[in-house]
């Protein structure tokens, strides 16, 4: 039985349970709510049918025990009964309707998408747009309207329908932030559209920071293709926005060391990578505000310890990623492109 509450207590755990930035069981918006409210329906139901189930099982074994010696009867011989067929076909179908309607109606409410079609004189959308593309194994954050990009960490205005648009530049990915709503999948052909509400006193209670998903399994680093969302209240977001526009050519660098490491950056990461706010002409993450994120490689503290290891040996750290194995740094250029890359920060 220890055993069995240890297992317990890991499955608790591992489905990250009491942990309210990821869990599904502390839900930060209408989505997530409405979801929540599925999930509920569906485990009472089962509950209902479980126990009904098993009270029927424990009288019929009770009541049709063996008996004592000299009790012995012939049991009576029993060959269908019309209405105890009826009965048991009726309920699950009663059940399923309960089930199917909220679900139903749910489905399609969640994924009403009209509103992005709606644009005004400029052709822009009167909503917030964000387009995703999932990676192996990084995300891209696109903000059509506002013509900045982002890279491993979303930033969104709580109390708004925020609008995605998922797409892959590779294999199926899946797009999914357990607290506030998902899961939908990131396709290579085609996109997906939905829409996430991010509660604003839920997420001031994880200081407006939610985890975020790949849950589609795609590769060796799968497990790894986690991002940060930030939510944050309108205005903050607001002045996100103006911050990563102004940045609209590379932060000057300003230690001797952080000059060297733009010249290593510009050598070696640049044909990959950018540090402006369209991120234009890049294949890999937007580097723009590298150094204000919460995280290096989607999962490690965001520390020069930790960027210096992830630079060094990324296959290490991210097996199967694309940056492994395309160049060699020396350890001075290293620290010289670590001290450059901290230094990229557009909150002001
Ligand atoms: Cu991408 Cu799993």
Redesign the pocket.
């Known amino acids: 039985t220890k055993m069995f509450g240890l297992l317990v207590a890991l499955l608790f755990v591992l489905a990250g349970c009491g942990q309210p930035r990821l869990s599904v069981l502390h839900p930060a918006g209408e989505v997530a709510d409405k979801q929540f409210f599925l999930l509920m329906l569906s485990i009472g139901i089962m509950l209902l049918v479980i126990v009904v189930v098993v009270l029927i099982f424990l009288f019929a074994m009770i009541k049709f025990r063996r008996k004592k010696l000299g009790e012995d009867f012939e049991p009576k011989d029993v060959e269908g009964n019309h209405k105890l067929e009826l009965v048991w076909t009726i309920i699950p179908v009663i059940l399923l309707i309960i089930l199917a309607i909220p679900t139903v109606m749910l489905t399609f409410s969640l994924g009403d998408t009209k509103a992005i079609d709606k644009v005004d004189e400029k052709g822009k959308s009167k909503e917030l747009v964000i387009d995703v593309t999932?990676n192996?194994?990084w995300w891209e954050f696109s903000y059509p309207n506002e013509k900045i990009v982002t890279s491993q960490e979303l930033v969104v205005p709580t109390d708004k329908k925020v609008y995605f648009r998922l797409h892959s530049a590779d294999?199926?990915?899946?797009f999914w932030v357990p607290a506030v709503g998902g899961k939908m999948d990131t396709n290579v052909e085609g996109i997906n559209k939905f829409y996430l509400k991010f509660d604003d006193k839920k997420a001031k209670d994880v200081k407006n920071l939610f985890y975020g998903k790949?849950?589609?399994?795609?590769?060796p680093?799968?497990?790894l293709?986690d991002f940060k969302v930030k939510a944050l209240p309108k205005d903050d977001f607001d002045k996100w926005v103006k911050d990563m526009k102004s940045v609209d050519k590379p932060v000057a660098a300003t230690s001797s060391q952080a000059k060297e490491g733009e010249k290593v950056f510009n050598k070696s990461c640049a044909g990959c990578h950018a540090v402006t706010p369209t991120g234009e002409g890049a294949k890999g993450p937007n580097l723009t505000n590298f150094g204000d994120r919460e995280l290096i490689a989607g999962y490690l503290n965001h520390d020069e310890k930790n960027l210096k290891k992830w630079i060094k040996d990324p296959e290490s750290i991210k097996p199967g990623n694309k940056m492994a194995g395309k160049y060699k740094v020396s350890d001075e250029d290293i620290d010289a492109l670590s001290a450059y890359l901290m230094e990229r920060k557009v909150d002001k």
Do not use: D, P, Q
């Open positions: 999932a192996l194994y294999v199926k990915h899946s790949c849950a589609e399994l795609c590769g680093s799968h497990a293709m």
